[in-house]
């Protein structure tokens, strides 16, 4: 090393770089509290290290550490008293009785996402995953709890991309089609919006239980109907009023996104609605950092999949035959593209 390269350096922080090489930690130290169930006790009120411990039998050497941490995180208070209490993120988002409960992602990261990722240097070699999330037969069992623990993420916007098609004032049936339906949360949502919707939901036989489950529990199960099978083979139907892709696109490489969007304008009727939920990047693919991480995790599970562009997305929409496709801002990190089938072409 030069003198004039110690000089140049000096001037440059190496923190950000220690604290990615940290990067893990975090993530495992939420996901530690939620399995003590942390949260949910202080959920209750402030309480005091003896009292965290009496209730999740932990040693208190081990939950000053982790409860320490979390505050540093700003995940907990801690006040002069030397309580710990919830933050209004934490209360909001960690808290297992909370409808924006999002802790159900956490508790995959030990023994599923970072086993993973230690197979990235093999992956960016060879362009290929160890195990690949496209086929039914390795992946029904992880999708089939994976998707309900997605569910709070996308409901948000699933709410508002209904509300804004105005289906309660319709009074003949709206037929919408939900393309790897997951969950059912783009369903649930514009069948909350009148009951006059009627939904298909397409996935793998095994993962359509979770939809059921969800539908059940909002109590418009009777709104739904589903077709088991891979959404790259099986017949959709036609004469759908609204045709929905809820991050399902990424997962597939562009022939096949391509294919599917020709597809869904084939099922769709004359004058309907197309709907795209992505973590889209920009068009030079130098951020959003998440999206662009996704991009790192479809090469890690998938054959071909990717993150896509807006641009890339609404050029390819038209190429399948939809007109206007434009984004629609939600309560999301992205925006949804919308489309429409033209009443005559």
């Known amino acids: 090393m030069t003198v004039n390269t110690i000089e140049a350096s000096s001037h440059v922080s190496p923190q950000r770089v220690l604290q990615i090489a940290w990067g893990y930690a975090p993530t495992l130290i939420v996901e530690a509290a939620l399995r003590l169930r942390i949260f949910d006790l202080l959920d209750v009120g402030p309480m005091g290290l003896s009292e965290v411990a009496e209730e999740t039998a932990a040693s208190p050497r081990g939950l000053r550490s982790l409860l320490n941490a979390l505050v540093g995180l700003e995940f907990l208070s801690k006040d002069s008293q030397a309580r710990y209490s919830l933050t209004p993120e ?5 808290v297992s009785s909370r409808p924006g409960y999002l802790g159900g992602v956490y508790r995959h990261a030990p023994d599923r996402f970072l086993p993973v990722w230690s197979s990235l240097v093999d992956a960016v070699r060879t362009g290929k995953p160890k195990i690949s999330m496209n086929e039914e037969a390795p992946c029904t069992e992880f999708f089939s709890d994976f998707v309900e623990d997605l569910f709070p993420i996308n409901f948000g916007a699933a709410q508002a991309f209904a509300k804004s098609l105005d289906l309660g004032g319709r009074r003949e049936p709206t ?81 096949r996104v391509r294919t599917l969007l020709s597809r869904a304008y084939g099922a769709l009727a004359p004058g309907g609605t197309i709907v795209i939920a992505e973590a889209f990047v920009n068009e030079e693919r130098t951020g959003p950092p998440q999206a662009l991480i996704h991009s790192v995790i479809m090469l890690l599970n998938t054959d071909d999949g990717d993150t896509h562009t807006l641009g890339e ?25 919308v489309a429409h089938k033209p009443y005559s072409s």
């Open 90 to 94: 934490s209360a909001a988002f960690l």
């Open 175 to 255: 037929y919408v089609l939900d393309i790897a339906c997951g969950a059912g949360v783009w369903g649930i949502a514009l069948a909350q919006e009148s009951e006059h919707v009627r939904v298909t939901g397409v996935d793998w036989p095994g993962v359509l239980p979770a939809a059921r489950r969800m539908a059940e529990r909002f109590e418009i199960a009777d709104q739904f109907e589903f077709i088991g099978g891979d959404i790259r083979e099986t017949e959709f139907g036609a004469d759908y009023d609204i045709a929905v892709f809820g991050h399902v696109l990424h997962g597939i490489g562009e022939a």
């Open 313 to 337: 997305m609404q050029q390819w929409l038209i190429e399948a035959g939809f007109v206007e496709p434009r984004p629609m801002s939600v309560p999301s990190a992205y925006p949804l593209i």
